[in-house]
């Protein structure tokens, strides 16, 4: 009782929360608010990284709308998240809800497997992957040969398909992580729902439907926006997979940046495209805020 | 207690201090020189009995970059015994090391850079002007003629001092492949070109190996076949107004095209590196291969005698003669740049100098290759491989020319997008000049 008394005090003491929150907001402002403002600042220069750079207002915006590889890196980034989301959140609810049910066997070997792919190195899985996509000798056309399938394709250089391709890598890897946050949150679910929804004479499927999946709203939420923002901003996959080609096929908006700012060395043009993605990203965990506001799904 | 506080500061103190010494240590580069003889050397660091160390950033990485370097600062010891260099490996991270030490006010003494890098560099002084100094009246003096414009930037001066010659690429091909397909060598135009992909497809051979996952090498491909019509290469595109792709490049376009649509790539090529391309050729599973003269050493030491190279095939005959002795290649300025805001410059240009002339003494001695930007008195000591003795006798007296060099990043990077695109199956031509008129409107305005 003492102790209860006690913490009241404390948060009720105005310094004492300044005194405990500024630390993480000091660390914050520097990593994160700072470099923000300063590509905020720099996105109105001309500036190649160095020396001070020519204000320019807004004609690096104007020149980003013109770009013809912004349409490009958005309809890869909203083909890189759709990926994420169909692989990562949807086959990761079911495999969540298949763990978390105690009548399957070996739950412990499948979780643990899930999660083995999120520990390795990006570049491995990359390499992995650029191995089973190979038109010649790769796994994936081996075995649509050895089916009888004509569906053998050049995996990482059609245009067509290697952004899903290279997306499904990512999400391949990353499922893991989706899985174990969805994992958590089906069994954060008290058992009493399920079991009256059983005696109610409701199926399964019918309940996970009806009680689990709404009631997991926080946890979807937190899911998508990492899914979403994930896909506009992918990079490294591209990077390492194929460069971002042939040509610029496969530009994301951080691939842009990318380019812009360290092959072209156009920094000031750079930190437009960076404000963009930060606004775009902010848009989107926004929206997906308002899609899985609480208060809808409480009832 | 107040002891106990006493003793605290005092250990404070004595680690404080202890790492001051130590950032000292650091930064200090001129130490006491207990065993130099200080009889040679430059005039300032010989004239002290002083080491004088010198922070250099320069590629160190295989031995195409290793063994020039460990040669010049063997030679350098000999030369300049007081002065040391202490390397700093260069990245390959586009200068995004050194531009960091150039914001942070950290440069070394000398470095390695390229026409980019000088360009941005001259733009925020990070980079010395070296019009006026007697190293570049006396390495001028000694430079292969032609060379000279590497020397100097578009703006007329000079930046960097560079030690290699202009490299260019050629098509290295398979004879065995060559006569097992009945096909005849050299390629001389264009259409002989695709009656050879027909047949090497009709014997499973796979026509060329190309290792189109890095853009320059579809770039200097597209770039081979403009310079038989335009020599100049991408030189005409950049002029204010000029807001049509002229025919040259349009005709380079279409016969890129055609080639690949004859069989010339592997449909997976824009996914093949290095290390795959350069395999299949030297397994002699690929005809053909495309790269600088450079590979001469490495397809000597895989195909021997079974190797050889050829001019860029051109649209007839006629063309073809014409244009063989106009190299695919374009001499850049680039090279040992020098720090403003080095503490011992003057010094520092004299051993950047001096490191341009080791490491062209080093590719012309060593390495039998006479592709260096300046004249070597002594004799070459070993003999050089065939393949280099042709271009020796055959292609430098004779050389008509070599392709400018151009300004623009955007253009260059388009160019690697878009040749690069041009391997793929459902990009063609059209939608290349296309592109490239849209960057021609941009850069020309």
Not at chain 1, 229 to 240: K, N, P, R, V, W
Not at chain 2, 305 to 325: H, I, L, R
Request: overall charge neutral; charged content about 20%; hydrophobic content about 45%.
């Amino acid at each position: 009782m003492q102790g209860m008394n006690n913490m009241k005090t404390h948060l009720s003491n105005k310094k004492t929360i300044a005194l405990f929150t500024l630390p993480a907001l000091l660390i914050y402002t520097l990593i994160v608010a700072y470099p923000v403002l300063q590509a905020l600042f720099r996105s109105f220069y001309e500036w190649n990284g160095l020396g001070g750079g020519t204000f320019i207002g807004i004609q690096n915006y104007i020149q980003l709308f013109e770009d013809p590889l912004l349409i490009r890196s958005l309809r890869n980034g909203a083909l890189f998240a759709l990926v994420l989301v169909v692989f990562q959140i949807g086959l990761g609810t079911l495999l969540a809800l298949v763990c978390a049910d105690p009548k399957v066997r070996g739950r412990k070997i499948l979780k643990t497997g899930y999660f083995i792919p999120v520990v390795l190195s990006v570049t491995v899985v990359c390499q992995l992957w650029i191995a089973i996509y190979d038109p010649t000798n790769g796994m994936i056309n081996k075995l649509f040969q050895l089916l009888g399938i004509p569906y053998q394709q050049y995996w990482l250089t059609s245009p067509a398909v290697s952004i899903i391709a290279i997306a499904f890598v990512n999400a391949w890897q990353f499922m893991g992580f989706q899985f174990s946050l969805l994992y958590a949150g089906v069994k954060s679910i008290p058992e009493q729902y399920m079991e009256a929804a059983t005696i109610d004479g409701c199926s399964k499927w019918k309940a996970h439907l009806k009680i689990t999946l709404p009631m997991m709203a926080e946890t979807y939420k937190f899911c998508f926006i990492l899914a979403i923002t994930s896909g506009i901003g992918a990079f490294i996959q591209m990077l390492i997979m194929t460069s971002g080609g042939p040509g610029t096929t496969n530009y994301t908006l951080t691939f842009m940046i990318y380019r812009y700012a360290f092959m072209d060395s156009e920094y000031g043009y750079a930190c437009a495209v960076s404000i963009f993605l930060v606004v775009l990203s902010l848009l989107a965990t926004l929206i997906i805020n308002k899609v899985f506001d609480r208060e809808k799904f409480s009832h | 207690m107040k002891k106990k506080k006493v003793n605290i500061i005092v250990a404070m103190t004595v680690f404080a201090l202890s790492l001051s010494a130590c950032a000292k240590d650091n930064n200090a580069n001129i130490v006491p020189n207990e065993t130099a003889s200080g009889t040679a050397g430059s005039s300032t660091a010989g004239e002290s009995n002083e080491i004088t160390k010198l922070k250099v950033y320069l590629k160190y990485f295989d031995d195409d970059t290793k063994k020039p370097y460990d040669y010049a600062v063997a030679e350098l010891k000999k030369a300049m015994p007081n002065v040391e260099l202490d390397l700093d490996p260069w990245q390959q991270d586009n200068f995004q090391k050194l531009k960091t030490y150039a914001a942070t006010g950290n440069m070394p003494d000398i470095y390695d850079a390229d026409y980019g890098l000088i360009k941005a560099f001259a733009e925020s002084k990070n980079i010395e002007i070296l019009d006026n100094a007697q190293a570049t009246k006396d390495l001028l003096a000694d430079f292969n003629p032609g060379y000279e414009k590497s020397l100097t930037a578009a703006d007329g001066h000079t930046y960097a001092y560079s030690a290699t010659g202009t490299g260019f690429q050629i098509l290295y091909y398979n004879k065995k492949l060559f006569a097992e397909a009945g096909v005849n060598a050299p390629i001389k135009t264009y259409d002989e070109w695709i009656a050879a992909i027909k047949k090497f497809k009709d014997k499973g051979i796979a026509p060329m190996a190309i290792f189109a996952k890095e853009k320059w090498i579809t770039n200097s491909f597209y770039k081979g076949l403009v310079t038989r019509e335009q020599p100049e290469g991408y030189f005409p595109l950049e002029q204010k107004g000029l807001f049509q792709l002229p025919d040259p490049y349009k005709l380079a376009s279409k016969q890129f095209e055609e080639l690949k649509q004859a069989g010339l790539f592997d449909p997976n090529a824009t996914n093949t590196n290095y290390d795959q391309a350069s395999s299949l050729f030297y397994t002699g599973k690929a005809a053909m291969f495309v790269n600088g003269q450079w590979e001469i050493y490495a397809a000597t030491e895989n195909l021997g005698d079974d190797v050889d190279w050829m001019y860029w095939p051109a649209k007839d005959e006629e063309t073809y003669e014409n244009m063989k002795f106009s190299l695919n290649g374009a001499p850049a300025p680039g090279g040992f740049a020098v720090a403003p805001t080095s503490k011992h410059k003057e010094l520092a240009i004299e051993v950047a100098a001096f490191l341009a002339r080791k490491y062209a003494e080093y590719q012309y001695l060593q390495k039998a290759n006479p592709i260096v930007s300046l004249k070597i008195d002594q004799p070459i000591s070993i003999t050089p491989p065939p393949m280099m003795q042709r271009i020796i006798d055959e292609v430098l007296p004779n050389i008509k020319g070599y392709a400018k060099f151009n300004e623009s990043t955007e253009l260059n990077n388009a160019l690697d997008d878009n040749t690069q695109n041009l391997v793929v199956k459902g990009f063609g031509n059209k939608q290349f000049d296309e592109n490239m008129e849209r960057i021609l409107k941009k850069i020309n305005k």
